[in-house]
């Protein structure tokens, strides 16, 4: 298997997606990717998008994407 994708519906808390954008203009300046803690783990903000999602988060264990767009699971 080279892949998995799993999607789910939540309701984001808007300090976490302030969290996100603010560290996704970082990246985007920087033009690499940048340190985001999230909960206990540690990812990798990409400076682009995954697919249609906004913030792509990246760890050793895989990638996660996350939108705050209303069409798409969170």
Same mark, same amino acid.
Do not use: K
């Given at each position: 298997?080279?892949?998995?994708?799993?999607?789910?519906?939540?309701?984001?808390?808007?300090?976490?997606?302030?969290?996100?954008?603010?560290?996704?203009?970082?990246?985007?300046? &920087?033009?690499? %990717?940048?340190?985001?803690?999230?909960?206990?783990?540690?990812?990798? =903000?990409? #400076?682009?998008?995954?697919?249609?999602?906004?913030?792509? &988060?990246?760890? %050793?264990?895989?990638?996660?994407?996350?939108?705050?767009?209303?069409? =798409?699971? #969170?």
């Amino acid at each position: 298997m080279d892949a998995l994708y799993l999607s789910g519906r939540t309701v984001l808390p808007g300090r976490l997606l302030e969290r996100l954008e603010e560290a996704r203009q970082w990246a985007e300046a &920087l033009s690499t %990717p940048i340190s985001f803690d999230l909960g206990d783990e540690a990812f990798a =903000l990409a #400076p682009n998008a995954f697919g249609r999602y906004r913030y792509c &988060l990246e760890h %050793p264990d895989g990638r996660v994407g996350i939108s705050p767009s209303s069409r =798409l699971p #969170p």
